[in-house]
């Protein structure tokens, strides 16, 4: 199947390359299934499942990126010791603070 494509427009053409790429998403698609099949056959047979030959932890749901420690971007006046990184849930002292008439930029650190 030759197809000329000079004699095509740019419409036509279009519409090929469209249709094509479709194509090709399926082919690939089906041939992803087909090798997953195969893969979960060969891991049955073998008396394992998927998950143990892969190492997947089967307790829990799926984990972010754990993140380091962040530096305190805030600071009690009352109690120097006690900061905050401006991350999660307000601290007592910072929404106490902030109910006393204090604002935020007051207890940011230097």
């Known amino acids: 199947m030759a197809i000329d494509l000079k004699s095509l427009n740019h419409n036509q053409?279009?519409?090929?390359?469209a249709r094509a790429k479709a194509r090709q998403e399926e082919l690939v698609k089906e041939k992803a299934t087909k090798l997953r099949?195969?893969?979960?056959a060969l891991v049955k047979a073998e008396g394992?499942?998927?998950d143990e030959v892969l190492g997947?932890?089967?307790?829990?749901?799926?984990?972010?990126?754990?993140?380091?420690k962040v530096?305190?971007?805030?600071?009690?006046?009352?109690d120097p010791s006690q900061t905050w990184s401006g991350r999660g849930k307000?601290?007592?002292?910072?929404?106490a603070a902030l109910?006393?008439?204090?604002?935020?930029?007051?207890?940011?650190?230097?």
């Open 13 to 17: 053409l279009s519409d090929l390359i």
């Open 90 to 95: 307000r601290p007592r002292w910072f929404h």
């Open 37 to 40: 099949e195969k893969i979960n």
């Open 99 to 110: 109910s006393a008439g204090k604002k935020e930029k007051d207890l940011l650190i230097g």
């Open 56 to 68: 997947r932890n089967s307790g829990g749901g799926a984990r972010g990126k754990a993140r380091g």
């Open 71 to 78: 530096k305190p971007k805030y600071r009690n006046p009352a």
């Open 48 to 50: 394992f499942g998927l």
